[in-house]
């Protein structure tokens, strides 16, 4: 039985996934396609994984019922609060789960690529906690314009090393972080930041993410005596906090599924990263999936205010659920995301990430039935985003 949730045993979610990746690198890769599975869920894996999830990270996260929001759109709204997350948002949960399966495979060097900081940050958290040497590849542009993530992953103990060639941002660093993993392959674990990258890593990324829908299915049941709500919503920069939220409703056909795309400055426009209304078919960081690119396959520059969104590709897992029409993809601007972070912040006492607003603002693009409950995946807080924020008020 074909399943949303599930890749198949290549890693493709339909015609999406699978690893495509150069031929120096198939020991690494195929070791941890044999090994994931068995590892994360080994008993003495689990024990250790949620002790910290529960005494390190702060979960379960709260499921918090936003009454404001919920009057003002006529709807039930439930905000799944990731943001209260340690280091601010869903990312540490794939981090810490990455670094216990590092220590597992014997690997006691982790790279990471990061665009915003935000996943180095997360990173650097956890080999800190783990004992692991942390090596970060950022754009060199990224490390201009995101000097304080840069800092605190230096006091955590991280190299950073630029990534100059391209448009030095987030796809450029990618490409850097794998050519060490290339040179490295016995020593190093990448420590891959959303569900992208070769087979195993979307279904290794969602599994750890997929804590967030399992927490809000007891969660909702204790609150209104069931497990599904009928919508589930989340933002998608590659796709993690996404697949995180939808991991355990997409094979419920109950469950209808929004997420929400950078539109940057407009579909049109050509600052944009929407990748599902822009993309094609193609190959980007060692997977198949929908990519934003030209005619003969170079990688378009995307644009969105938020660097969480700011990538011209989605995972496996996402452009399948776009093409077999099993989610609802909205764009929304970069404008649009900065007001419904602005009105949310006012009506519910929560500045959320710039990432999160955009999936804020489906409540504006959609209209709910009175008893539709509706959860939204609150991915980060905007601490990270005051000056962005500041400089549009
Ligand atoms: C990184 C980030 C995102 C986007 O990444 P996904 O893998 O798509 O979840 C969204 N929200 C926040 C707060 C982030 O830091």
């Not at 601010?88 to 949960?93: C, F, L, P, T």
């Not at 670094?99 to 495979?105: E, I």
């Not at 783990?130 to 950022?138: A, F, P």
Request: proline residues 4%.
């Amino acid at each position: 039985m074909t399943t949303f949730r599930n890749p198949d045993k290549n890693g493709y979610y339909g015609e999406f996934g699978g690893a495509f990746v150069p031929e120096m690198l198939y020991p690494n890769v195929a070791e941890l396609q044999e090994k994931y599975i068995q590892i994360i869920e080994s008993k003495e894996f689990q024990i250790e994984f949620q002790d910290l999830l529960k005494n390190y990270v702060g979960r379960a996260t709260p499921l918090y019922f936003a009454k404001n929001l919920s009057e003002k759109f006529q709807t039930q709204v439930y905000l799944k609060r990731e943001d209260l997350n340690h280091t601010g948002a869903h990312k540490i949960n794939n981090a810490l789960g990455q670094a216990l399966l590092a220590k597992k495979l014997g690997k006691k060097r982790i790279i990471a690529e990061t665009g915003a900081g935000q996943h180095g940050v997360a990173t650097a958290t956890a080999c800190a906690l783990l004992g692991l040497e942390c090596i970060v590849y950022m754009g060199e542009i990224d490390i201009a314009r995101q000097a304080p993530n840069v800092g605190r992953m230096k006091l955590l103990g991280a190299t950073i090393i630029p990534a100059t060639s391209g448009s030095k941002t987030l796809k450029d660093a990618v490409n850097e972080a794998l050519r060490d993993w290339i040179n490295n392959a016995s020593t190093t674990h990448y420590i891959i930041g959303s569900v992208v990258g070769p087979h195993p890593f979307p279904d290794l990324v969602a599994r750890f993410q997929s804590v967030i829908s399992e927490e809000i299915k007891w969660q909702l049941n204790e609150k209104i005596g069931r497990e599904n709500p009928d919508y589930v919503i989340a933002c998608v920069g590659g796709g993690s906090n996404a697949a995180g939220t939808f991991y355990h409703f997409v094979d419920e056909a109950d469950v209808k599924i929004i997420a929400a795309e950078a539109g940057g400055f407009g579909v049109e426009s050509g600052k944009s990263a929407a990748t599902t209304y822009l993309g094609t078919t193609g190959v980007l960081h060692g997977s198949k999936s929908l990519v934003m690119q030209t005619d003969d396959g170079q990688v378009i520059e995307p644009h969105s205010i938020s660097a969480g969104l700011d990538y011209p590709g989605i995972g496996p897992f996402h452009a399948n659920l776009y093409t077999q029409k099993r989610a609802e993809f909205y764009s929304i601007t970069d404008d649009e995301a900065l007001k419904s972070a602005f009105e949310f912040t006012k009506l519910e006492g929560i500045i959320p990430a710039l990432e999160t607003a955009h999936a804020l603002t489906i409540l504006e693009k959609k209209t709910f039935k009175k008893e539709d409950v509706v959860v939204i995946c609150l991915s980060g807080r905007g601490d990270k985003d005051l000056e962005t924020y500041l400089n549009n008020f």
